[in-house]
């Protein structure tokens, strides 16, 4: 892999030894994360939820209408629809969903993800 100075810079910003785990390092809509959440992107880690809901956040703007980035809430809505938030519902229809008649396809972000060694 080859990395311009300016990746290598924020990648040992991002994942340097020694710096405050608890520094927010991004912030988008209902998503934010801290430099702890970013390292769960090493190898053999569970990926934190919000990294996977800046993911969604960011793959529905650059993708087609039709095409559906459900954040991880999604799944936890859909497997237990008794004890759910109607609110977050509401939230994640308006702003991940768009019309069925021009849906082609559905990701649903999972919480279990882990990176490959």
């Given at each position: ?24 390092l ?39 209408e ?52």
């Amino acid at each position: 892999m080859k990395l311009t100075a300016v990746e290598l810079a924020l990648a040992a910003y991002i994942f340097g030894e020694g710096l405050d785990p608890r520094e927010v390092l991004f912030t988008a809509e209902r998503a934010q994360g801290d430099r702890e959440a970013l390292w769960s992107l090493r190898l053999k880690h569970e990926v934190f939820e919000d990294v996977l809901n800046l993911v969604a956040i960011t793959l529905k703007f650059e993708h087609d209408e039709a095409t559906w980035w459900l954040p991880p809430t999604f799944a936890h809505i859909a497997l237990n629809t008794l004890h759910h938030c109607n609110e977050m519902l509401d939230f994640i229809t308006s702003r991940f969903m768009g019309y069925v008649v021009d849906l082609k396809k559905i990701y649903a972000l999972s919480k279990r993800i882990t990176t490959a060694s």
